[in-house]
Every structure is written in C-alpha cells, then in structure tokens.
C-alpha cells in the first residue's frame, strides 16, 4: 500500500522563523512555512555578480581557463609573459610563458593548462603546457597560427581550437589535440574572429566575434563538426563566454556601433539566449572561465580611452548572495599619530603609543564602535611591536631612541615587563601576552636585525635568527606558527614563517612592502599599506604558501598598527599620509561571506 509520503509528498517545515541561511537546507527550492509573517518561503536563484581581487597586470585579450575558484589569466595584449593564479580571492603570480604572445587561445585546469595560438607579434603556432608551476613547449604546434580564437577543453591533452585572425584575415578552421598532435576536424559555419568559446571537444559552443562586422552568429560542436544554433541577443565581437554547450554565460564585448563596450551578459540553455543581470562595469576582451553556476572575468579592456581593466568579475548562479572581500573605515582613534602598537582586532581592540610631535604613551580602547582613553603605557616609544588583545596585551620595544622595554595590559593599566635582549623598534610582532614572538627590527636605523624573540609571560628568550636581516617589517600568528613578512630600506617581500625553532622561507609578497600591517594566522594572512617606494594602498592575502591581491584600503599610509587574530577581523590603525602627516583614521576589513536568499512564494 502507498505511504502518506508517496500520496501527499514531504511536508512542509512550520517554523516561527525563516530557515537560517547556512542551515543543510540552504538550497534552491527549499520550502517552508513562516508562522511569524504568514507567509509560504522558499531559497531562490538570483543571477549576480561580485567583485573578486584584482590582477597584477591589467591587460586586454588575455586566455582564461580553470574554475572561478582555481584558475589561470595567461599572456594578454599589448604583448605579456604573465601568468597570474585566482584561488577564488586574489591572484598570485605564477609561471611566466616562454614568449610574450597576445590574444592567444587557453584550456584545461590551473595544474594542467595548455596555452595555444595568439601572436608575438607573429601568428603563433606554438603550444604550451603549464603543471601549476611553469610551461613547456609540447612540442606539438597547430596547423595554422592565428590569433583571437574561441577555444574549449577540460584538460591539456584535450583541448579544441576554432576560428580566429590568420592571412587572410578570417577563418573557421577547427583543431582538436589529444595530448600528442592537432588534428583538422570540420570548420566553422562562420569564418570569424574575436569570438569566445566554452566547453568540451566534443560538445563545445562558439558564439559572437567579427566577420568583418560585429556578429550575433552561436554554433555548436559535436566533436566533428559544427552546426547553427541560435543568434546571441546583439551582434558582440570581444565577449567572454564561459559554461557547457547547454548552461553558458556571455558577457561584455562591443555590439553597438561605433564599437563601445558592453555590460550585457545573457544565458544560453542549449537552445536559445536569455538576457540575465548586468556586469557591473562595461568591460570586453577579458579572460573568462567556470560554470554556469560559478564563473569570472578577468582583466579586459574599459570603453576608450580608458585604460586597460585589472577588475575581476564573479558570476554566481546561486540561491546565496556573495558579499565580497571589502576595507571599511572605522571610527577615528582620538588622537591622529603613527607608529603605534596594536593588539586584538577590529571587534575588541588596543592601540598604543606612537608619534605625534615627540613620542606619545597614550593607550586606546576599541569596542567596534568607537575608542576610549585607557591608562598610559609607562614609556613613551614609537614603532612598538604590539601582541595580544585588549585585555591580555603586550608591548615589546620601540624607538626613539630604541629601547628593550617590554610592559603588559590587563585591560586597566600597563606593568612594567622583563626586558627584550635587545634594543630595537619597527620589528615584526605576533603571538600573545605569555607566548609573544618578536623578529627582526633595527637595533639603531637603518641598521638590520635578523634576531627572534620569544617571551613566556615572564622573560623574553632568544629565538631562531631570521634568514633576511630585515626592519620595518609586519608579523602574524603564534610564536609556534609566525610569520614576518617584507621589510624596508630597500623594500622586500620576504616572507618567513616560524616553526618556535627556526625561520624557514616562503613566497614573497607580490611586490615588496615595509612598515605594513598585518593580521591573521601562518595559514591565512592579511598584508597592507606599508611602502614601496611610495606610500601604498595595496593589500594581499597568504594562503600558507602564496600571496594573492585582494581588495585595497580605501588610502594608502604607512607606519601604522595592523592587528587582528584573523584576516576576517584585520583593522589598520592610524600611520603616516602621503604628505607624512599623522592620521586618526582607522580601515576594518572584512572577508567574503555568502547568504542564502528567501523569498516569499505568491500564488497569483
């Protein structure tokens, strides 16, 4: 006999309270019954976008391949080596080509990419592999050079090439490689170049491009030939397309006339196109890849003359809404001042010390709203190594002239510590008030210091020495797990991590920085502001291994306090303008986070 569930179906959840948004039931089509507002709801899909970090290098016509999480930016116009990496945050530099070529074709994953066609400056007929690290010629060229083509392919033994610029100037030829050789397969409808392309060698999708003349012109392979499908919504030459043959996004490109760049983005089902939401900015000529469901652009080109675009674009179809990675300001500390000692995060947090006219010992509260005098550090100092949290803090050295003075916080007032081994200020500082790690720092400017420090809640120790003598750099984590990254004089990206022993290298900032900020643990850090030769704005982000870009603070200065035990919590306090001018400003950065969206169901 048949259940009350295969009759009526499941029932619905009767609940006081909307379902919570990373409940398992944060999914499309989740239904359930809101007895506070009388109302049938239900997790819906909404087409967005967000914004994700920025490229290293903005440039136009660069290949894209690889997933919105893990992908590769590779080459681009005018004519580039770089390799950039997206971890779904920021990009980190990778491997850079052989040659510089430009508007060339990509495929495959961000371990094992492959890299074809495209000009330097002549028609390339070349292809290379990368193994997430660097390329290699395959050995294996095209059969015929071309540039500006639509490419698909899950892998680099598979991939397909269609289309593009040769001499003369247009053609449909189609190229299919299985890891040992390209070979010709059926040609394209439509001889064009510009287009943009997605999916498999044997079910891939061709759509826009120039012929000449902006076309609206969709094909589709079935891994022989190609066949007609439906035109896009506007004749677009320069659009990025990413998906399958039958769940696809196009956005961007120029399709009015005279050419200026899009914001339209549609959908393709495998029959036909329908307009979707809008890209944020007008951009055409980017790299793409991804799903349906989760898919990015990358760098480009804006409507002339504006310059090249280092933007990334992130689509989602998805019944979560994505808030990106974004710097915030804060309340302003009461007194404007840099070089200050830092400790808990941007919720509960400490500031002391510093310069404003002479060394300062003031001390700050921070309860996420507004900061509070607190009592004086015993010893005015500038550039403090500043550890712990607001209640439980530590301040270690400084300058001006340097002194091994060391004092703790228990919320109330400062006590006087056992002295560091050594005099110095601008020193890397991480860890917390019985388990401190101090690195590096100058024993008398510009003097370099390559000692460690570790603290007990009593005495302060020597530690392991660091492998680049460095001062004016930032530190992050535990004295078990720390990190001390770039330096100043001359500005370096060096960055080492902390074992409690001994200091072992790991990737370098993306550009070199001193007097930054820092925040988070040695698997996910938080860099920012600082020098390079020129006062930054410039933030990135650590992995355990790279760095990445992420978004930057709202105005660059340098030496000023970064704390925060999480990148999610990180808050950059006062520091030093453009002008050298002491600031009162504080920035709070707050990572991705996602919310699933409900909506009520009507039945009219």
């Not at 903005?58 to 390799?83: D, F, N, Y």
């Not at 996004?249 to 979707?276: F, L, M």
Request: negative net charge; proline residues 4%.
């Amino acid at each position: 006999m048949a259940t009350y569930r295969e009759i009526k179906g499941l029932k619905v959840p009767y609940l006081d309270a909307d379902l919570p948004s990373a409940s398992a039931s944060t999914e499309e089509g989740s239904v359930w019954y809101n007895s506070a507002t009388g109302k049938l709801r239900a997790f819906v899909s909404f087409d967005t976008w967000a914004t994700g970090g920025t490229t290293n290098v903005a440039k136009a016509g660069r290949a894209g391949t690889g997933t919105q999480t893990a992908a590769l930016l590779i080459g681009g116009s005018p004519r580039v080596v770089s390799t950039e990496e997206y971890n779904g945050s920021g990009w980190a530099v990778g491997g850079d080509l052989p040659v510089a070529i430009g508007s060339a074709s990509a495929a495959g994953s961000q371990t094992a990419g492959l890299f074809f066609g495209g000009d330097k400056p002549a028609k390339n007929e070349e292809s290379f592999s990368y193994d997430g690290s660097s390329w290699t010629d395959t050995g294996h060229d095209i059969n015929t050079g071309r540039r500006a083509s639509g490419s698909a392919g899950a892998s680099n033994t598979s991939a397909l090439l269609f289309a593009g610029a040769v001499d003369p100037p247009f053609t449909g030829a189609t190229e299919s490689y299985d890891g040992s050789s390209w070979t010709e397969t059926g040609d394209m409808q439509d001889p064009r170049r510009s287009l943009s392309g997605c999916g498999t060698t044997t079910a891939a999708l061709g759509a826009g491009g120039y012929s000449p003349g902006n076309t609206a012109n969709s094909e589709e392979f079935n891994g022989t030939s190609w066949v007609e499908g439906n035109d896009l919504p506007a004749a677009t030459t320069g659009l990025s397309l990413f998906g399958t043959q039958t769940a696809a996004v196009a956005a961007g490109g120029q399709n009015p006339a005279p050419p200026v760049y899009s914001e339209e983005a549609y959908i393709y089902d495998g029959t036909s196109w329908t307009a979707t939401t809008d890209m944020p900015t007008a951009t055409g000529a980017c790299g793409s890849a991804g799903t349906l469901t989760a898919g990015f652009l990358a760098s480009g080109i804006y409507n002339p003359p504006s310059p090249y675009s280092d933007e990334t674009w992130e689509f989602n179809h998805t019944s979560v809404t994505f808030t990106p990675a974004s710097w915030a300001s804060g309340a302003n500390i009461n007194l404007a001042r840099s070089g200050m000692g830092g400790a808990g995060d941007a919720a509960s947090g400490l500031g002391f010390g510093g310069y404003a006219s002479g060394n300062k010992n003031e001390s700050e509260e921070y309860d996420g709203t507004s900061w509070t005098e607190g009592n004086n550090l015993n010893t005015a100092r500038q550039r403090i190594g500043g550890i712990g949290t607001q209640t439980a803090g530590l301040a270690a050295g400084g300058g001006n002239p340097e002194t091994d003075s060391s004092e703790e916080y228990n919320g109330t007032s400062w006590t006087e510590g056992n002295a560091l081994p050594v005099a110095k200020a601008n020193s890397a500082a991480s860890g917390t008030q019985t388990a401190g790690l101090t690195a590096g720092g100058g024993t008398s400017a510009p003097t370099k210091d390559d000692t460690s420090e570790e603290y007990d809640g009593t005495s302060w120790t020597a530690g392991g020495d660091l492998n680049t003598a460095r001062y004016g750099c930032a530190g992050a984590g535990l004295q078990t797990a720390g990190l001390c990254i770039g330096g100043a004089s001359p500005y370096i990206g060096n960055t080492e991590e902390y074992n409690g022993s001994s200091w072992t290298e790991s990737g370098d900032l993306l550009t070199g920085h001193g007097l930054g900020g820092a925040a988070g643990t040695q698997t996910s850090a938080i860099h920012f502001g600082g020098a390079d030769n020129g006062i930054s704005d410039e933030a990135f982000l650590y992995d355990g291994t790279s760095w990445s870009t992420c978004p930057s603070m709202p105005a660059a200065k340098r030496a000023r306090s970064g704390t925060g035990a999480t990148v999610n919590n990180a808050m950059a306090i006062g520091g030093l303008d453009g002008s050298s001018n002491n600031v009162a400003t504080v920035e709070e950065f707050s990572d991705v986070t996602t919310t699933a969206e409900a909506a009520d169901i009507a039945f009219d």
